[in-house]
């Protein structure tokens, strides 16, 4: 007779490093923060960057990176700041990223599956990334003070 087992699982269970570590560091400086086609100003809000030329006209460095499948921005419902790369974790390209739905929830195009955004967790809340328990990857989102400026970077 087999034994039985009960397995439990928690929020700690989500595998959020499906996605390739790529170098990731976007400046914003205080006068283009203050652009909310760079950057996030209300909750609710996102920004995606994809280097060289989204959002248009955004003046990226030489020293600009913006992950795998590109950045996600939010200004969270807590007025927080998070960052998140595009790129879907049951996919695993580059080119299958992530948009903000009419639910206000992350989704991607491909798989259907569904992402936590504006609370800030990035976890998967619907579809194969719920059940395999495939969370975003998500970046630091820094202020610096000394020059009124955020750094989004891994």
């Known amino acids: 007779m087999a034994a039985g087992f009960t397995l439990l699982t928690s929020c700690s269970d989500v595998n959020d490093e499906r996605i390739p570590f790529v170098s990731v560091r976007i400046e914003i400086s205080s006068a283009q923060h203050t652009n909310p086609a760079w950057w996030p100003a209300a909750p609710a809000e996102s920004v995606g960057f994809l280097t060289p030329d989204y959002p248009t006209g955004f003046p990226y460095t030489i020293s600009s990176y913006t992950g795998y499948g590109g950045v996600m ?3 969270g419902y807590d007025h927080a700041y998070y960052a998140y790369d ?21 989704r ?29 990857r998500k970046y630091y989102v820094s202020y610096i003070q000394a020059n009124d400026s955020y750094l989004v970077s891994n």
């Not at 879907?88 to 639910?103: F, H, L, S």
């Not at 259907?112 to 998967?124: I, R, V």
């Open 73 to 75: 921005v939010v200004c």
């Open 86 to 106: 595009m790129a879907c974790p049951v996919e695993r390209e580059a080119g299958v990223r992530i948009y903000v739905d009419e639910n206000m929830d992350g």
């Open 108 to 136: 991607c195009k491909v798989c259907g599956s569904t992402y936590d955004l504006f609370w800030g967790s990035g976890a998967p809340k619907t579809g194969e990334a719920s059940v395999q328990g495939y969370a975003l």
